[in-house]
């Protein structure tokens, strides 16, 4: 295993991370139309997720011997208020983080347990927000 380029992915990772919190937490705010307090609640929920697995890549980024990045992935702060456009944007991020854990599993061995499962579960539960939001979609 590539220390420095798991690193380096991992941190990546955690930038994504800080803008999903941050942009699930706005449109919880932000929402307007029918039911805005349940989706409002599943958004700040999802936002926690998120936090979480920040919280497990710091972790294991300091395990490795690494850095966390303080960094924002800036291209991942979409604004958006109505419930059509919130589902279309994190429907849209969770498919690209989905996508990003996968590459990053790939890239450790399986004897890296404790790195493995915690990539493992955070790509997990990317799946289950995915879920949860295509359910949403009318
Ligand atoms: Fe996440
Ligand atoms: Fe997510």
């Given at each position: 295993m590539d220390r420095e380029k798991i690193l380096t992915v991992l941190n990546k990772a955690l930038a994504q991370e800080h803008a999903c919190f941050i942009r699930y937490k706005t449109h919880a705010a932000v929402i307007t139309g029918p039911y805005v307090k349940p989706i409002s609640e599943q958004l700040d929920e999802i936002a926690e997720d998120e936090e979480r697995h920040a919280r497990d890549l710091r972790d294991r980024i300091t395990g490795l011997g690494g850095t966390p990045t303080?960094?924002?992935?800036?291209?991942?702060?979409i604004p958006a208020v109505t419930l059509e456009e919130i589902l279309r944007v994190n429907i849209e991020e969770e498919k690209k983080a989905i996508a990003l854990y996968q590459e990053i599993l790939d890239m450790?061995?399986?004897?890296q347990r404790l790195l493995y499962e915690t990539i493992e579960h955070i790509l997990q539960d990317e799946q289950e927000h995915l879920e949860e939001l295509q359910r949403l979609q009318s």
């Open positions: 303080m960094e924002v992935t800036e291209a991942d702060l450790i061995p399986r004897e």
